[in-house]
């Protein structure tokens, strides 16, 4: 695609419940990239792909977090018995390579 | 650790009028810094990228300045528009090599309004 793209847009989950984000990075890009905007803050780092290795989680809040690229191009961040404090915007980002360069309009997850 | 901080927080402008957002950082051995545009449901565009040997960056209506020596970044805009409307978000990333130098570390933004 021409952009990266993530799915689904907006997810309202209850407290307790997994869910599972998807990213759809550019073709052919190697980096990809999970940050986590909570309301009124800047982006944090939660993790970082290169091809299909998870080269560092160092970022992710707990061991609920778990993300994936077993093919080296579709990301998926799962959050496992979600919390009130996961409620955020998660943006994936992906790059040719270094740093994020393009990031998808993100997936707003509120949890109640 | 690196901190990113943005002031003001918000700002509101008549169309029209020159205006100056401020990034400071506390790290200065930074790789580059660089200016995002986050519109309200949509992701971050990148507006301008410094690199660390550079001063400013300048395109269209917007100059981007660099002082690394003091932690310091400005975004001016000139001739406000209301489609400038948005957050903007400044983002450092690490200067050391190797380790983990793509992590960008962001301030929590500008949330800029221009009123026709």
């Known amino acids: 695609g021409a952009g990266v793209s993530q799915s689904p847009r907006y997810k309202v989950a209850k407290r307790g419940q997994d869910v599972a984000l998807r990213c759809d990075p550019i073709s052919g890009h190697v980096s990809l990239f999970w940050y986590q905007q909570a309301l009124g803050q800047g982006p944090e780092f939660l993790t970082y792909?290169?091809?299909?290795?998870?080269?560092?989680k160092s970022g992710l809040p707990s061991d609920r977090f778990f993300a994936e690229r077993p093919e080296g191009s579709v990301s998926t961040l799962k959050i496992q018995r979600t919390q009130q404090e996961d409620s955020a915007v998660y943006l994936c980002a992906s790059s040719e390579g270094g740093p994020a360069a393009f990031f998808g309009q993100g997936t707003r997850l509120t949890v109640v | 650790k690196q901190e990113v901080t943005q002031i003001p927080a918000a700002l509101s402008v008549p169309e029209g009028e020159n205006l100056v957002l401020n990034c400071s950082f506390t790290?200065?051995?930074?790789?580059?810094l660089q200016w995002f545009r986050q519109d309200p449901g949509k992701g971050l565009t990148s507006l301008l990228l410094i690199q660390s040997s550079q001063r400013e960056q300048t395109s269209g209506r917007l100059n981007a300045s660099l002082d690394k020596s003091s932690g310091r970044s400005t975004l001016y805009i000139a001739a406000s528009q209301p489609g400038d409307s948005a957050t903007y978000l400044c983002a450092v990333r690490p200067g050391y090599s190797g380790g983990s130098n793509y992590k960008l570390t962001f301030g929590k933004g500008t949330l800029l309004t221009v009123n026709p």
């Open positions: 792909f290169q091809n299909e290795a998870q080269l560092d």
């Open positions: 790290d200065s051995a930074i790789y580059n």
